[in-house]
């Protein structure tokens, strides 16, 4: 029922929105149609058809074509450049023929070929229905007997209605400041977010929204990501023609590759979708998707764990471990995570990543004993790794200096003192699998932090069977089949992916990590910021959130506590430090926690005021069934005299009758519509429970 295939044209249909392509009379796809779910198939508009304007200009600023390659007088951002064998650099693709599968989801497949040569592209619709989602992915084939150079190769086009005024909403950042949200108006030319880094970086985060007036709550959004943990590229164009379009694909700074005959390649997923509940509606559909259909258990809500960095860094042993989680369990800590430091010659950053086996001074009689004590006081046990990193100082590196990124003929520049494994070779991925296979069978861990702590250079790869550029998207491939394969081996581990925090929170990476690292920053204000921003796409059963002793003297234990509740807690301050009244404030915190955990975890969760736009925020978690809520309201800084805003619960059923904790009882419609103040002094939070009655 969701994809509609009338002659020559395709409607593919989610619960509540629709796009619309096909064949228009010059045979080129084109799209005319992306919004609302309209009642009948008539009421979609045609294709286009070409018409021209002036020499200057080829039809495509105007007409916008489905998935253009490169040719012609196509001087729009195109999806596709390939050199053939013959250094012919013209891509002129036809349609061929269709195809529909309806299970598991509902899936479009339209096949393209070069009008001359052997290449043959196959674009893929899957719809979403119950998300108003639709994910799109492409695959190039080689049926010749000489290899393509493949230069460009870009996920989707998504096309936007004729119009200007549309704005474009992004995040950009860095270590410790990630996901800040920018909102620019987008006029002629193209704006490109970006990474070129190996991972999708702090930098910029895979993820875009674009609307022409829209609200938090209110308004048309056409939102999306890209599947991918590695370089990607988005780019809003703009033509002179007033036709907006969004590409969406692997980055093509520094990408060739050799295709070579009768070899597929496939461009990771495109996930996009349309609303018109604003950027909070989009925020709760990608949300819901994630738990429901990308994460690997997505529906058991995370344990909240202690990790050990902040604590003690680099100095692990069992003595200092066994003091912290005795603190730990006492307070409610359901995991308890040794981090970095544990391994053979790991004293500080400048050794030992690479030689994943206990180090024998630290840990003489292995990690059993540890891992034994740790149970034995009611908690599971997590470790950090960081597998894609070699230090120079390593008996790795000493014995295969060969398995790192780069060009013989140049310096190894090292950061953090580190090199990166090639992950595309495979003798890299399998030693790898058999290191941490044998740490993870010898071992009851459940839990493991996968860290990533630096972006490449001197991206070379002598031994490569193609062009050397294909390293980019082999490395990817690499880490997800390590990865995928020890999931596979120990499928009840919990994963967590870092990268120096939050450089890589992806959907690619939301396959095979159940959760991220959001930001190596925990302070908590500052966490206010990163958090909302990535709630944009991720939802908080992913957010790990410790509490720590940053700006601790500045900002309550309760506020920090406050904060990281609205995510997965954790806790990482040096607990040997926090003093009786400390530790039973934690207690407390986390006992709440529990209770609100699955409706925080699993939940709706609604932006009500905006944390990077004001001093004094409000976020709000409502139940799958609206029976039951939780509202975190926080005032960071704000001089006196200042009226504070009213609060307007949301997702609530206006008809029901709620009580708010301490505010008694009224409908949803007078939370909703009526609101509630909630007086706070600078520095304060108030964690508030909201039940139907
Ligand atoms: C990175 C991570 C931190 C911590 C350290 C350990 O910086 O983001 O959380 O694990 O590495 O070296």
New binding site residues.
């Given amino acids: 029922m969701s994809i509609h295939t009338c002659p020559n044209r395709w409607v593919i249909e989610t619960e509540n929105t629709a796009y619309a392509f096909g064949l228009n009379s010059a045979g080129l796809i084109t799209q005319h149609y992306w919004g609302v779910r309209l009642p009948r198939l008539a009421d979609y508009p045609i294709p286009a058809d070409p018409a021209g304007f002036a020499s200057t200009d080829g039809f495509d600023h105007f007409i916008p074509e489905e998935y253009p390659g490169y040719a012609s007088t196509k001087y729009i951002d195109p999806c596709l450049k390939v050199i053939f064998s013959d250094e012919v650099r013209d891509v002129v693709l036809r349609y061929l023929d269709f195809s529909v599968e309806t299970s598991p989801n509902p899936t479009l497949t339209i096949r393209l070929k070069d009008v001359f040569y052997p290449l043959q592209v196959t674009l893929y619709y899957r719809s979403h229905p119950d998300y108003d989602l639709i994910e799109r992915w492409v695959t190039v084939e080689n049926l010749g007997s000489e290899p393509i150079h493949i230069e460009r190769f870009f996920s989707a086009k998504w096309t936007l209605p004729i119009g200007d005024n549309y704005f474009l909403t992004h995040m950009y950042g860095r270590h410790t400041d990630e996901f800040n949200l920018q909102r620019e108006a987008l006029t002629p030319g193209l704006k490109t977010i970006e990474s070129r880094r190996i991972i999708p970086s702090h930098r910029a985060a895979p993820w875009f929204a674009i609307d022409r007036g829209a609200s938090e709550e209110a308004g048309e959004v056409w939102f999306g990501t890209l599947a991918w943990s590695g370089n990607f590229r988005i780019s809003a164009e703009v033509t002179e023609f007033a036709s907006t379009r969004v590409s969406v694909g692997l980055n093509d700074w520094d990408f060739g590759w050799k295709l070579q005959p009768g070899e597929p390649l496939t461009a990771p997923a495109s996930i996009s979708g349309y609303t018109k509940s604003g950027f909070g509606g989009a925020s709760r559909l990608l949300h819901a998707y994630v738990r429901n259909q990308v994460l690997p258990h997505g529906q058991v809500p995370h344990k909240i764990l202690y ?1 050990s ?1 902040e604590a003690t860094l ?1 100095d692990v042993d069992e003595a200092s471990q066994s003091a912290l989680a005795e603190i730990a369990a006492k307070m409610g800590v359901e995991l308890f995570v040794m ?2 430091g544990w391994f053979h010659n790991r004293n500080f ?1 400048n050794a030992g990543l690479g030689d994943w086996w206990p180090d024998e001074v630290k840990f003489p009689n292995g990690l059993g004993n540890l891992i034994q004590k740790v149970n034995d006081l009611g908690m599971d046990f997590g470790l ?1 790794v ?1 597998p894609e990193m070699v230090n120079p100082d390593s008996d790795l590196y000493r014995t295969h200096p060969e398995w790192v990124i780069h060009f013989p003929t140049r310096a190894r520049t090292e950061s953090r003192n580190q090199l990166i494994l090639n992950m595309a070779r495979t003798d890299v991925q399998d030693y790898i699998i058999g290191v941490l296979d044998k740490l993870l069978t010898e071992n009851n861990i459940s839990f493991i ?1 996968w ?1 990533m ?1 630096r972006a490449a250079s001197e991206p070379g790869w002598p031994e490569a069977p193609g062009d050397q550029r294909e390293l980019w998207v082999r490395y990817v491939w690499g880490v997800y089949r390590v990865w995928g394969e020890l999931r596979h081996r120990h499928p009840n581990i919990i994963w967590q992916s ?4 939050g450089g890589r929170a992806d959907f690619g990476i939301l396959r095979l990590a159940d959760q991220v ?1 959001v930001s ?1 920053n925990t302070e908590a204000t500052s966490r206010l910021h990163i958090q909302e921003g990535y709630s944009q796409y991720m939802p908080a059963i992913t957010m790990e959130a410790w509490v720590t002793d940053w700006n601790e003297g500045v900002v309550p234990l309760e506020f920090r506590f406050h904060v990281s509740m609205c995510g997965a807690l954790g806790v990482g301050g040096n607990l040997l430090n926090w003093d009786d009244s400390a530790r039973d404030l934690a207690a407390k915190c986390i006992r709440d926690y529990k209770e609100i955990r699955p409706i925080v975890q699993l939940g709706m969760q609604y932006r009500l005021i905006s944390a990077q736009k004001n001093a004094y925020s409000a976020l709000q978690y409502v139940s799958p069934d609206r029976a039951e809520g939780v509202l975190f309201v926080f005032r960071v800084h704000i001089p006196e005299k200042y009226n504070l805003p009213q609060i307007y619960l949301r997702g609530l059923d206006p008809n029901a009758i709620y009580e708010v904790e301490g505010y008694g009882e009224r409908s949803g419609s007078g939370w909703m519509e009526a609101g509630l103040r909630v007086p706070l002094k600078n520095l304060q939070s108030k964690v508030l429970r909201i039940k139907q009655v």
């Fill in positions: 990790n960095w680099f981090d970095d950053d950090w960081e932090k860290d702590n870092c990268a120096s925090g690292w190596d």
